[in-house]
């Protein structure tokens, strides 16, 4: 029935025949008219890959510092140094907060924060190393591979010393943030100070050359274009490809409250739950034959827009985000337990599953 009704689009008849999407193909879908039947396709094609379970990491977010360097557009969590409620936290609290997340029931702890200037290499050392000492089973989602970037230049070490000390010291895994949108027309309007999406894409191939294994993240719905949404999808592409690194992609919605994007009345409103809808579809449909797992961000898109999200190709919730900081500055309201999670799922009919970080089942409800 499907493969009858989606012959009115070349690039959908692809996508569901098996075939690589290409560039074009992706542009046409952007504006493909009939938004169901791209969620259809999209639906199908998550159905064929991982089948009608839907996964969920517990999982911890430690913010260590909201001190940064950098002053990007899209951002409503950073302050600089002098500001009253800038912090770093000490390697003694963030042991305090990982004791935490263990009662909580968290496997994995997701540790990100700004570009603090006077922050040297061996903090992070000592952090992942004073977790590992006191909780050797806790998973270590950290600094993402614009942080790295950072820290390379920071302390003039090459990206690959850095990353080799911190596995080191306990860095098990990356988070995907900091990839925003990779086109440059764009990325150089919504960020300040951070490296370019080029410079992105290789620490986070050096990351994946060196066995650490990372999430994606693709930062939408304030001031770009369907070619940027394309462009993004097809670079991810391309690593993984080559690395098989990425665990997940997980499309962001842009949170306006609080950011400069806002302030300055460059974006007036987040985007429409339709393109919110259509984006997840075109992350599936166009990433089919390299990425099994789409996240689908429930802090960003409310849960109930989550939900139908899970039947455009989404496959996972991500996780609790028990103590969520960069959102919340954003004006979203974060935070869900694990009985919570499982519930949104049985909710529209398909199988709660919570995870571990490599996406192996821990728990079915
Ligand atoms: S997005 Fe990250 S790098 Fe940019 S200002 Fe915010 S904390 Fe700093």
Redesign the pocket.
Known sequence: MLEKLVKESRALEKAIAGEDLTYDDGIELMSYDNLYMLGAAADLIRQKKVGQQVTFAASYYLNYT?V?????Q?????RKGNESDAYALSAKDIEGRVAMAKNLGATEVHI????HPDLPLEYYEEMFKTIKTSHPQMHIKAL?A??IF?LARLTKNSVKEVLTRLKTAGLDTMPG??A?LFHPDIRNKI????CSGQEWLDTIEQAHNLGIKSNVTMLFGHIEKPEHIIDHLVKIREVQKRTKGFLTLIPLKFSLDNTELEKKGLVTSESSSTYDLRVTAVSRLMLANQLDNISVYWVALGKKLAQVALTYGGNDLVGTAFSEE?YRAAGKGTNSSIIELANMIKEIGREPVQRDTFFNILKKF
Do not use: D, L
């Not at 899209?74 to 950073?78: H, Q, V």
């Not at 990100?112 to 570009?115: N, P």
């Not at 960020?191 to 951070?194: D, I, L, P, S």
């Open positions: 909201n940064c360097a950098a002053s990007c899209m951002c409503a969590f950073y990100v924060g700004g570009f993402t614009a942080e950072f943030g900091g925003e960020v300040r100070g951070k960069i």
